[in-house]
């Protein structure tokens, strides 16, 4: 019974593709993320949503685009993929009601762009 | 074994020793902290949080201290074993929105 769960967990791509990563959580939260783990593990967020409504869009190129077709998922379509986006992606989902409890985190989708 | 944060993000020590891990936070306003393993080719994983009108907070083998004076936060694991070899986040919450330190690696010498 995974809370939250990323497909997939691996990503090889070349560069100039366009890709998608998909975001489920079973858990019931109203908000959902999209943060980006590089090589030395920092955590940056990306977008948030909050049932289907975008209410973070951090600095991040418009290749990316969010998606959220309902408030248990959020993809992320990358376009025009560069050597430069190669690194872990994590979906994250919380109650929008307050930060107690933090976030869920899925298990991440590694993507290498060659 | 003791880690100051950004100038040192690995820390080792033997199974059994405690272990701190400490954090340094930027916004004085913020008012819920929360520290997160995350183990190798998984996403963070919650192990304890702080509210700003506390200082000491304990779990089952682990503790967290605040300092709102010098925004500075720790992470006390006791009796280390092998199973806490991971990464460790401190994270700050500011206005409903987390904002994550850089990680500490802590490896555990059986």
């Known amino acids: 019974d995974t809370a939250v769960s990323q497909t997939p967990k691996y990503l090889v791509t070349q560069m100039g593709n366009d890709k998608s990563i998909k975001c489920e959580q079973n858990?019931?939260?109203?908000?959902m993320y999209w943060y980006k783990q590089d090589s030395k593990k920092f955590l940056k967020i990306m977008f948030s949503?909050?049932?289907?409504?975008?209410?973070i869009n951090e600095t991040v190129p418009n290749r990316f685009s969010p998606k959220s077709p309902d408030k248990a998922h959020l993809n992320l379509h990358i376009n025009s993929l560069e050597l430069g986006d190669s690194a872990v992606y994590f979906c994250a989902s919380s109650h929008r009601t307050g930060p107690y409890g933090g976030y869920t985190f899925g298990s991440g989708t590694r993507l290498t762009v060659v | 074994g003791e880690n100051v944060g950004l100038h040192l993000p690995t820390l080792s020590v033997q199974e059994g020793d405690n272990s701190i891990i400490n954090c340094a936070y930027s916004n004085s306003a913020s008012d819920y902290f929360i520290w997160y393993k995350q183990e190798s080719g998984k996403g963070p994983q919650f192990i304890i949080d702080?509210?700003?009108?506390?200082d000491k907070r304990q779990g089952q083998r682990v503790t967290v201290l605040l300092n709102k004076t010098v925004k500075h936060l720790s992470l006390q694991i006791a009796a280390t074993q092998p199973g806490d070899s991971a990464v460790y986040f401190c994270?700050?919450?500011?206005?409903?929105?987390?904002?994550f330190g850089t990680g500490t690696s802590l490896t555990v010498i059986p």
């Open positions: 858990l019931g939260h109203d908000t």
């Open positions: 949503y909050n049932n289907k409504e975008l209410i």
């Open positions: 702080i509210r700003s009108n506390m």
């Open positions: 994270a700050e919450n500011t206005g409903n929105q987390f904002y």
